[in-house]
């Protein structure tokens, strides 16, 4: 099937066409220049950017796929989770086409977006398999037993994400945002045991009820106080060592906990999504950890795992395929969609 796929849950519009298992477009604009200065993603900026791209991104995306809007199967966007205003304009936009074209309209869950988007560069979803989203709004474990309908929560972050707790530190370090990529790009002339920053949630008494949970705010404060602490004492700031200590110890957590959680299910393949998937040293430790104990690792390139259209349409290529039926024309936006519910 052919299905046009469309994202607007935060700060990217995404217009993505996929035929099958080809990606034919991914058009994407950012309004992520225009919240910069924020140091953060402003709901109400987001939302008319994503009004003034959503046009433009259909046309550029048709275009890019040498196909006619008529052309299409369905039309699939996400519902949610996300910023209420953001989805709004994707939902209605996607509303629109449907109605005017007279095709299926899918309401998907972003987050199984995520994990469906490998589908792209991977073929076929090995399922079950062990999922790890780590992004600037997520950092969850799920289960996926089938992304098209059953896909069980196994852990998340109680309280930072990971992209977030990267987007601190790199502020503290006076990076500018998104501080991932930057964090990512320093840590690489440090030293990663320069300081041994804590790992939220590992000890002995997290594992009955915080096993598969994440937590990063304790890290980023941890980050702060040493900061503080050396300037202080008027010593200059060991900007790289202290980002390779720090995203250390993100990555050694999120490695750990899905190689744990991968082998606690019994699945041998583990995929990893979201912006911080894009991270250099997630991406060498998780293939190391996982090796070692027979594990698949799949981890999409790093423009795949950042949100796009073409992750909403591979989604809506599965439901397609796999004779889902579509939702209805009145679908909402859901800006708390649980991951348990993959169609609106
Ligand atoms: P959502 O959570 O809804 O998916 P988002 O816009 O935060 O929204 P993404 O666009 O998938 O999600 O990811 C952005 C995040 O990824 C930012 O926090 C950014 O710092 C982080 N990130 C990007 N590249 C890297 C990298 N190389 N290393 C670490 N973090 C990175
Ligand atoms: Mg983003
Ligand atoms: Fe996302």
């Known amino acids: 099937p052919l299905v046009l796929g469309i994202e607007t849950s935060c700060d990217e519009t995404g217009v993505g066409i ?3 298992s080809t990606l034919l477009a991914d058009a994407i604009a950012s309004s992520l220049d225009e919240h910069a200065r924020f140091g953060g993603v402003v709901p109400e900026v987001a939302s008319r950017a994503h009004l003034e791209a959503m046009v433009p991104g259909i046309e550029r995306a048709c275009k890019q796929a040498n196909v006619r809007l008529d052309d299409v199967d369905a039309i699939a966007v996400t519902s949610g989770p996300g910023l209420a205003g953001a989805l709004l304009v994707g939902v209605a936009s996607a509303k ?4 005017g074209l007279g095709k299926p309209l899918y309401g998907v869950n972003h987050l199984a977006a995520h994990v469906a988007v490998d589908t792209l560069e991977h073929g076929p979803l090995p399922e079950p398999c062990l999922a790890m989203l780590v992004s600037g709004g997520h950092s969850s474990l799920l289960l996926v037993e089938d992304v098209t309908q059953k ?6 972050t109680i309280d930072d994400a990971a992209g977030e707790a990267f987007d601190k530190v790199a502020r503290l370090l006076g990076l500018p945002f998104p501080g991932g990529p930057y964090i990512d790009r320093e840590a690489k002339q440090g030293d990663n ?3 041994t920053f804590p790992r939220g949630l590992t000890g002995p008494r997290d594992f009955e009820r915080h096993r598969f949970d994440f937590s990063f705010s304790g890290l980023k404060t941890a980050v702060a106080r040493w900061v503080e602490a050396r300037e202080r004492s008027g010593e200059p700031i060991p900007v790289a060592d202290v980002a390779a200590s720090f995203q250390e110890a993100v990555c050694d957590v999120l490695t ?3 190689v744990d959680a ?4 019994g699945v041998t393949d583990l995929l990893i999504g979201g912006g911080v998937a894009a991270n250099s040293r997630l991406r060498v ?3 190391e950890r996982a090796g070692k104990v027979g594990i698949r690792v799949r981890v999409p390139r790093p423009g795949l795992c950042t949100d796009n259209g073409a992750m909403v349409a591979a989604l809506g290529v599965e439901l397609v395929s796999r004779g889902v039926s579509p939702s209805a024309l009145d679908l909402p936006a859901d800006s708390s969609m649980p991951v348990t519910s993959v169609l609106a």
């Open 18 to 20: 996929v035929r099958g």
């Open 256 to 258: 750990r906990k899905a």
């Open 193 to 195: 045991a320069y300081v």
């Open 96 to 99: 629109a086409l449907a109605l």
């Open 151 to 156: 896909i069980d929560p196994l852990g998340s």
């Open 285 to 287: 430790l998780a293939e």
């Open 262 to 265: 991968c082998k606690n299910a």
